[in-house]
T-cell receptor, first 118, second 112 residues
Framework: GAVVSQHPSWVICKSGTSVKIECRSL??????MFWYRQFPKQSLMLMAT?????????EQGVEKDKFLINHASLTLSTLTVTSAHPEDSSFYIC??????????????FGPGTRLTVL | GESVGLHLPTLSVQEGDNSIINCAYS??????FIWYKQESGKGPQFIID?????DKRQGQRVTVLLNKTVKHLSLQIAATQPGDSAVYFC???????????FGRGTSLIVHP
C-alpha cells in the first residue's frame, strides 16, 4: 500500500494565530510531497512542492512567508499557516510520491485537513 | 490548466445506470491523464489512469476514453452504485512535469 496521513483532520483557530498541519507517508519514503488547497466546490490548487532536505518550491501567488513548509524527513512534511485569517479557511491536502520511483509515478493523497479561522 | 469555478457540474443518475463523466483539457503536450474520486471531506482517491499512446483503458467497472484530437477525456462507470456518489476530477500531466493539473470536477449523485 501507499498510505498518507494528515494531522489534524480538522482545526479551528482564532485569527492571528498559527496552525501546523502534518503530512506523513506511513509505509513508504517520500522525497517529494505536495501541498494543495481546496475551497468549497472548487478544484485542488497546488500551493507548493516540498522536497526533503531542501527549500520548498512555491506556486505563483502563494506567500512563502505565510505558508511555511518543512520537509525534515523522508516521511514527514509540515505546513504552517502563520497569522491565519478567515480567508485562509480551506481544505488543505497533501500528497506524496515514492522515493526512487520515476517522476511519472502517481501521487498518493492524504485525507485532508479542514482549517477554519474565526 | 487550473480551473476555478463557483459551481461544480452535476450528474444525477439512478442506481444501476451507467455514468459518463467528461473532461476537456487544453494542453496539447499532456501525455498522462488520471481520474480521481473525492468523497466529501476526504482527499482524492486514484481511480484509473491512461497514457497518451492509448485511447481506452478499462478497470473494474470503470473505463477511461481519451480522444487526443479534440482533447477530451471521459470516465465511464458501469452499473453505478450509491457509493460512487462523489466529485470526480480529471488531471493531466505533461512529460516535463510530474505534477498534475486538476480539472474542474464533476459531482456525481447516484439515487437509490
Amino acid at each position: 500500500g501507499a498510505v498518507v496521513s494528515q494531522h489534524p483532520s480538522w482545526v479551528i483557530c482564532k485569527s492571528g494565530t498559527s496552525v501546523k498541519i502534518e503530512c506523513r507517508s506511513l509505509d513508504f519514503q517520500a522525497t517529494t510531497m505536495f501541498w494543495y488547497r481546496q475551497f468549497p466546490k472548487q478544484s485542488l490548487m497546488l500551493m507548493a512542492t516540498s522536497n526533503e532536505g531542501s527549500k520548498a518550491t512555491y506556486e505563483q501567488g502563494v506567500e512563502k512567508d505565510k505558508f511555511l513548509i518543512n520537509h525534515a524527513s523522508l516521511t514527514l512534511s509540515t505546513l504552517t499557516v502563520t497569522s491565519a485569517h478567515p480567508e485562509d479557511s480551506s481544505f488543505y491536502i497533501c500528497s506524496a510520491t515514492k522515493t526512487g520511483q520515476p517522476r511519472t509515478d502517481t501521487q498518493y493523497f492524504g485525507p485532508g485537513t479542514r482549517l477554519t479561522v474565526l | 490548466g487550473e480551473s476555478v469555478g463557483l459551481h461544480l457540474p452535476t450528474l444525477s443518475v439512478q442506481e444501476g445506470d451507467n455514468s459518463i463523466i467528461n473532461c476537456a483539457y487544453s494542453n496539447s503536450a499532456s501525455d498522462y491523464f488520471i481520474w480521481y474520486k473525492q468523497e466529501s471531506g476526504k482527499g482524492p482517491q486514484f481511480i484509473i489512469d491512461i497514457r497518451s499512446n492509448m485511447d481506452k483503458r478499462q478497470g473494474q467497472r470503470v473505463t477511461v476514453l481519451l480522444n487526443k484530437t479534440v482533447k477530451h477525456l471521459s470516465l465511464q462507470i458501469a452499473a453505478t452504485q450509491p457509493g460512487d456518489s462523489a466529485v470526480y476530477f480529471c488531471a493531466e500531466r505533461s512529460g516535463g512535469s510530474y505534477i498534475p493539473t486538476f480539472g474542474r470536477g464533476t459531482s456525481l449523485i447516484v439515487h437509490p
